[in-house]
């Protein structure tokens, strides 16, 4: 008798245990997602589905399922997948067929349930698409982020190899170049592209200039925000703008986006415009708390 009283406490004990919050169980699924750790990434995935405040956004569903598959936890893959699309009425993915993190999947008839729904999506949303420039942002993007990657992996596998970094951050450089030009042609051919003309590739335009010099930055920004306003871009992508321009200029940052490493090399939040209203500036544009971002990102953050 005493130890069922014991084994019943002690789930009552659990029951009543505080849940993690939904962006801290997010980042550290993210971290474990980075590490390949699949299994502890899904686990924390669902504590976030679980917490008190858990508000999910579509990409958190579509991120969760990815990894619930990479994870061997095929029901947990389809209920998120089955979740977002219904949820999210819009959603679809142009690759999603020939997304290999759900290549688990595909040996169960669900799967192909759900790539005909998405694939009719796609079919209907994408019908008077402009696919030529759509396939001309797409290789934009592609030049953009492939030298980057191989930068990040460089750093983490052969930190020690600076001529390899140097050689990596001048592909880079060549290739910001040419991507700029590239959306000055597209600039002066369609003005910024709308999302009923080529859907989100649109913020790849967004992409360059975030990574282009200063007044190139400031030459987009009207822009941009213009964009933005009209709902053609996201706030927080002008709000990463904004921050990279300031630090740029040397300014306070309102948004707290922008990290630098300091004297001894340790990686903290550039000066901030207010400390008391980053929080307040960072939701109104989507952002999490100033305090989960600087974990998140291994950053120091002096209040």
Not at 113 to 122: I, S, Y
Not at 187 to 216: C, E, M, R
Request: hydrophobic share 35%; with cysteine.
């Amino acid at each position: 008798m005493k130890r069922t009283i014991f084994y019943i406490l002690a789930l009552a004990l659990c029951a009543c245990k505080p849940s993690i919050p939904f962006q801290t169980a997010v980042n550290k699924a993210d971290s474990c997602y980075m590490a390949q750790d699949y299994e502890q990434a899904n686990n924390y995935y669902k504590q976030a589905f679980q917490a008190s405040d858990a508000e999910p956004q579509s990409y958190h569903y579509s991120n969760a399922a990815a990894i619930a598959a990479m994870a061997g936890d095929e029901q947990t893959a389809f209920m998120r997948l089955n979740q977002l699309i219904s949820n999210d009425k819009e959603w679809y993915t142009s690759n999603f067929a020939e997304n290999q993190d759900f290549l688990s999947l595909h040996q169960y008839p669900e799967w192909q349930v759900l790539k005909d729904t998405v694939e009719q999506r796609q079919q209907r949303i994408e019908k008077d698409y402009n696919h030529e420039l759509i396939a001309r942002l797409q290789t934009i993007f592609s030049r953009d982020q492939e030298p980057r990657h191989a930068f990040l992996f460089a750093c983490q596998t052969k930190p020690d190899n600076q001529l390899l970094r140097d050689s990596l951050i001048h592909a880079m450089q060549q290739a910001d170049e040419v991507n700029l030009q590239e959306i000055r042609d597209i600039f002066d051919t369609y003005g910024f592209p709308s999302k009923t003309v080529v859907g989100s590739a649109n913020s790849v335009i967004w992409l360059v200039v975030q990574h282009s010099d200063l007044d190139t930055q400031k030459e987009f920004y009207p822009f941009l925000r213009k964009a933005a306003e009209q709902g053609e871009l996201s706030m927080e992508d002008i709000a990463l703008l904004e921050d990279r321009i300031a630090l740029f200029e040397g300014k306070p940052q309102r948004y707290g986006s922008q990290i630098v490493e300091d004297s001894t090399g340790e990686r903290v939040i550039y000066t901030l415009l207010n400390t008391d209203s980053v929080n307040i500036w960072r939701s109104a544009v989507g952002m999490p708390p100033l305090e989960e971002y600087a974990k998140r990102m291994n950053a120091k953050w002096n209040k």
